[in-house]
């Protein structure tokens, strides 16, 4: 497979994205080492390298650190998670007055010029943040990260994996007419189907980390959903139907 159907293969609107991944992949079938993508990827496109690496003859792995993680490092040829080259910090913060939220701490790291793809999932825990990085970044985080959003901070790396927390969700069950995005969104954030669209139209959904305009996109199993100013969300499973025909489906939210 060359790169051009490499590319045309996937239903991926960001090719530039993946024309990164295919040239990592190229360079791990060519001299046979372990080579790391640069960027942490979302499921779109580690989903997809995974799909079509038997067509390569080499390995691929991918690791963001927490069991369900979503961003995570593409690795060719790689036989231990312990290799990859990411690491995990703690954030931490002690104030009675605030409660920081998710887009506190990506944004303070983002203000250093660090890209987001060079950080993965962030998960909050009390006043705690953990954050899987790429292990070069450390030393520059440590020393000019003081503060989120005012409140000063500590920054320490975490070696012992026990202390690693695991992503906590809340379970979400909706009745639709129909799995498309717009009655979705609209039954999700319990607004009406008008707000829904305002949404989608204004790029506030993301379906599976991409930007959605097709307010009739049908969404099935495992898909992500973000609603910027409503959260993330996970489509599980149908589970129903009602007396009436409506669908019963189950969500997840991360929380």
């Known amino acids: ?17 993946l024309s990164e991944v295919y040239d990592k992949l190229f360079l791990a079938r060519k001299t046979g080492k372990e080579i790391f993508t640069k960027y942490f990827y ?3 496109i580690w989903k997809y390298i995974q799909k079509v690496i038997s067509q390569f003859g080499v390995s691929c792995s991918t690791y963001g650190v927490f069991t369900e993680s979503e961003r995570r490092i593409i690795g060719f040829n790689v036989y231990s998670n312990y290799n990859f080259p990411i690491i995990m910090i703690k954030i931490s913060y002690n104030s009675k007055f605030t409660t920081l939220k998710h887009k506190d701490f990506l944004g303070a790291i983002t203000s250093l010029g660090i890209k987001r793809e060079k950080i ?15 292990e070069d970044l450390y030393e520059y985080i440590k020393i000019n990260l ?8 500590k920054i320490q790396r975490l070696d012992d994996t026990q202390e690693i927390p ?33 949404l989608i139209n204004s790029g506030k959904v993301l379906l599976d980390y991409e930007q959605v305009i ?11 959903i973000i ?7 996970k489509m599980r ?18 929380i």
């Open 42 to 44: 979302s499921p779109n």
């Open 166 to 198: 695991e992503f906590n969700f809340e379970e979400k069950i909706i009745i639709i007419n129909s799995n498309r995005l717009d009655a979705i969104v609209s039954e999700l954030c319990n607004i009406s189907r008008n707000k829904a669209l305002s």
């Open 214 to 224: 097709r307010k009739d996109k049908k969404i099935g199993e495992n898909s992500t």
């Open 227 to 233: 609603i910027r100013g409503y959260g993330k969300f």
């Open 120 to 134: 993965g999932d962030l998960i909050l825990k009390n006043n705690e943040c953990y954050v899987p990085i790429y």
């Open 1 to 17: 497979m060359n790169k051009e159907e490499f590319l045309k293969g996937a239903n991926i609107e960001n090719k530039n994205s």
């Open 146 to 153: 003081s503060h989120i959003a005012k409140v000063p901070c």
């Open 237 to 254: 499973e149908e589970i129903g139907c009602t007396s009436k025909g409506r669908i019963k489906v189950s969500f997840k939210k991360f």
